[in-house]
């Protein structure tokens, strides 16, 4: 591949000029990686990525971390691995190739859900988190394809990894035993960190609050103290069930903010 387009990506986006974009996408568009992705979508990138060469052998993200960037591998492989139980062995899941994209759990800012590394020198376009949620709000429709769920693929290798989130005896001991504990707080999270469908469904209703009732969102005054942003729980009740038919009772509307106040996406601030 020719180096102006590279240069033309190393500048930060607003620097970039139409001449760039326009030098960017005709060397993109004849990349095999992006036959999938819709022109619309590309065009996007061409303003909001960053080209990476990588070496064999490093690691992009470990399984737990907070992410800060999404990936779409241009060539080579890398590597989608999970830690063994006591953690001295990682087991292959998979290996995504060129044309692959990864990371998305940077949406929901939700930890990583495996570690991938690179198995043999990579190019990688690197988009930044704030910048891919706005790829998200404008593209949704065109992304849906191209993203490669982690989440989904380590759900395949390992199924107790996630099934512990929903059935405590195959908690990790201590955690079991903390979540036993009768002088527990029951309402602090039952998990490490939240599944990927209960992150979804908080940033779907938290977005939906957002355009439809954003003066539930305030800051509010009880017994002296204020708490900042925050909502009420009946209210929110009342608001789940007027948002859809399909929520038809109060008791499952409760049940809905339940789970996720079970996996930390929400917080009992009183």
């Not at 590279?6 to 974009?21: A, M, N, S, Y």
Request: with cysteine.
């Amino acid at each position: 591949m020719g180096s102006d387009w590279i240069e033309c990506l190393d500048k930060r986006p607003t620097d970039r000029t139409g001449h760039d974009l326009d030098l960017i996408f005709s060397k993109l568009k004849g990349i095999k990686a992006f036959e999938s992705f819709h022109p619309l979508l590309l065009q996007q990138l061409c303003y909001y990525g960053y080209y990476e060469s990588i070496d064999k052998g490093v690691t992009l993200f470990r399984v737990g971390d907070v992410g800060t960037n999404w990936y779409v591998c241009l060539s080579g492989s890398v590597d989608v691995v999970l830690p063994s139980d006591n953690g001295k062995v990682q087991n292959l899941v998979c290996t995504l190739g060129s044309g692959t994209a990864f990371g998305e759990s940077i949406l929901y800012d939700t930890p990583r859900n495996a570690t991938i590394i690179t198995s043999e020198p990579c190019e990688i376009l690197r988009v930044e988190q704030k910048d891919f949620k706005i790829l998200w709000v404008k593209n949704r429709e065109y992304m849906q394809g191209v993203l490669s769920s982690l989440s989904k693929l380590t759900l395949n290798f390992d199924p107790k990894r996630r099934m512990s989130e929903f059935d405590p005896s195959l908690l990790p001991s201590k955690l079991n035993a903390q979540l036993n504990d009768p002088c527990r707080n029951p309402a602090l999270p039952i998990v490490s960190f939240p599944s990927i469908r209960i992150a979804n469904s908080a940033y779907v209703l938290k977005s939906c609050i957002m355009s439809t009732a954003p003066q539930m969102i305030r800051d509010r005054k009880y017994h002296l103290q204020t708490h900042e942003c925050c909502l009420v729980g009946s209210e929110m009740v009342d608001w789940l069930i007027h948002l859809s038919p399909v929520v038809h009772s109060r008791s499952l509307a409760v049940g809905m903010w339940q789970a996720l106040l079970e996996e930390a996406t929400i917080e009992n601030g009183i």
